[in-house]
């Protein structure tokens, strides 16, 4: 009887080296599905620095799980024409852009079927502030929201409640949901007399109190507010997550500690990138 001779050590080892090598390559010749540029600034409210931070270390891990490319830039002068053709969805992380042309390039951009995807700051607009409503496509006929009115204080969770089940970026979603740690934006206009404007995700009643203060109006008893929508006549989603509670009360060398994480919520992320997927995908204004 002829005994098998076992294989060398150093041959399997050339054969896991080979079937890794095999592995990696073909990961790497699938083609992504669409590009995504986010756009960030991080420079001012420690709670939006800390939530960029965590976004451009999430999407990443989502673009190779989910097949796209995922790049950002804190650089806002990459808003043009010829640098916007690279991608088929833009970011808007924590701010909007300031420059009339930037502006331009992108109300073009988004004219011309592009998508995008806002959070939390980059709508806010207030007169008088730092950041005055001073961009009247933008704040009223895009996002339709108008200026920012107030805000729930301290940053908390909420439970959500899905509007319109059947949109690719809710529809697996269960009716309720608890999101993670948030300041919920309240807003000028009513977004429900706005036949362009189509409510995803609301604020549910069993939220409230929603808000632990100090100051009374920080705390919402009432009311309804619209935390995520899309207008149909483009082909985007906002969404007003995208502040992390932070320990404003104990800093340590002038370092804020971060007490909340903006992908906490296993459904809230589900909607993001279910979100993302379909900017990335569908056709122009959304259909």
């Known amino acids: 009887m002829i005994k098998k001779r076992p294989l060398s050590k150093k041959l399997v080892i050339l054969f ?17 599905k669409f590009n995504v540029i986010a ?19 999430w999407f990443p891990e989502m673009a190779k ?35 009339p042309e930037q502006r331009e390039a992108f109300k073009t ?28 496509w933008y704040h009223n006929t895009f996002l339709g929201s108008g200026q920012y009115k107030s805000n729930t204080w301290r940053p908390t969770a909420a439970i959500l409640r899905v509007e319109d089940n059947k949109h ?6 269960p009716k309720t949901f608890k999101s993670s740690p948030n300041e919920w934006y309240r807003w000028e206009n009513d977004l ?9 995700l609301a604020i549910d009643s069993t939220s409230f109190p929603l808000g632990t203060g100090p100051k009374p109006h920080e705390i919402w008893h009432s009311g309804y507010y619209p935390v995520a929508w899309r207008n149909r006549n483009y082909k985007m989603v906002y969404v007003n997550m995208g502040h992390n509670d932070m320990d404003y009360e104990h800093q340590y060398n002038k370092f804020t500690t971060t007490l909340s994480s903006s992908f906490a919520s296993r ?10 997927l379909w900017l990335g995908t569908a056709k122009k204004n959304g259909k």
């Open 109 to 136: 951009y988004m004219d011309n079927g592009g998508g995008w995807m806002g959070f939390h700051f980059a709508a806010f607009a207030l007169t008088p502030s730092a950041i005055p409503q001073n961009w009247n």
């Open 65 to 99: 799980q989910y097949n796209f490319a995922y790049d950002s830039t804190s650089n806002w002068k990459n808003l043009n024409a010829e640098f916007l053709t690279k991608y088929q969805v833009v970011l808007f992380l924590d701010t909007r852009p300031e420059d």
């Open 267 to 276: 459904e809230q992320d589900k909607f993001i990138i279910d979100a993302l």
């Open 168 to 173: 690719p970026a809710t529809k697996h979603l």
């Open 192 to 200: 429900t007399k706005n036949p362009d404007i189509d409510i995803l």
């Open 39 to 57: 756009f960030y600034t991080a420079k001012n409210d420690e709670a939006h620095i800390s939530y960029v931070h965590e976004a451009n270390r």
């Open 16 to 32: 896991i080296v080979n079937l890794c090598f095999l592995y990696v390559n073909a990961q790497s010749n699938k083609s992504v």
